[in-house]
């Protein structure tokens, strides 16, 4: 009789068990979901830190530990290295996060400099960590003008690239300097509203893939890979 599996035999089937509901965890974190925000612009006015701001006190009030960076002094990347005090806070922080928003305003019709710079910083692999695979992340932005996509579309791209999670929703608020009171506070509006949407998502997506990523991002090619380099070394001379 033909296996049902003769077709495959361009895969080794024992590094490619087949998913089963029992393989996810069961057994849950009860610390607060950890949330770094990511804002990109130095303006003393900045109106991405004032989004990412809200959505701060949002987070805590829902129950997640949340955390802003401070961009200010963060070299360009590559012209320091990674024990650069501002480079080490970042990574650090990265690495701590379970899940993230990153808000840039629009220039030029894309995210500033600034925020690039901040995920440039990162590497896909630090010393056998991973600082963003797997986990959630939330995208927003702000206009000096009508609104606008290009920021957020780009940061979605940004995201997949850097193997996250990113969530359906999104903000984009324009005519930001409209939004906000003299004291920093947003006003209420539509745009306000949508920017609570996007925080209670992402908050849930959190609870709900946080204790699942490791399973969720295990690739066969690593694990082919990984188990070529472990047979060259058992049974290297």
Partial sequence: MTSPHSE???????LLPQPQQADFQLQLSQHKPRILLLYGSLRERSYSRLVVEESARLLEYMGAEAKIF???GLPQPDTENRDHPKV???????TWSEGQIWCSPEKHGSMTGILKSQIDWVPLNLGGVRPTQGKTLAVMQVCGGS????AVNQMRVLGRWMRMFTIPNQ????????E???DGRMKPS?????????????????????????YLVDRYSERVESHEELSKRVNQK
């Fill in 147 to 150: 609104q606008s996509f290009n």
């Fill in 88 to 94: 080490r806070e970042l990574l650090e922080l990265m």
């Fill in 171 to 178: 903000s984009s608020v324009a005519k930001a300097f409209l």
């Fill in 190 to 214: 539509p745009y306000y509203n949508r920017i609570v949407d996007v925080v209670e998502e992402l908050f849930r997506f959190t609870l709900l893939l946080r204790d699942q990523k490791d």
């Fill in 180 to 182: 906000f009171e003299e």
């Fill in 70 to 72: 401070n961009p200010e």
């Fill in 8 to 14: 495959l035999n361009q895969v080794d089937l024992e």
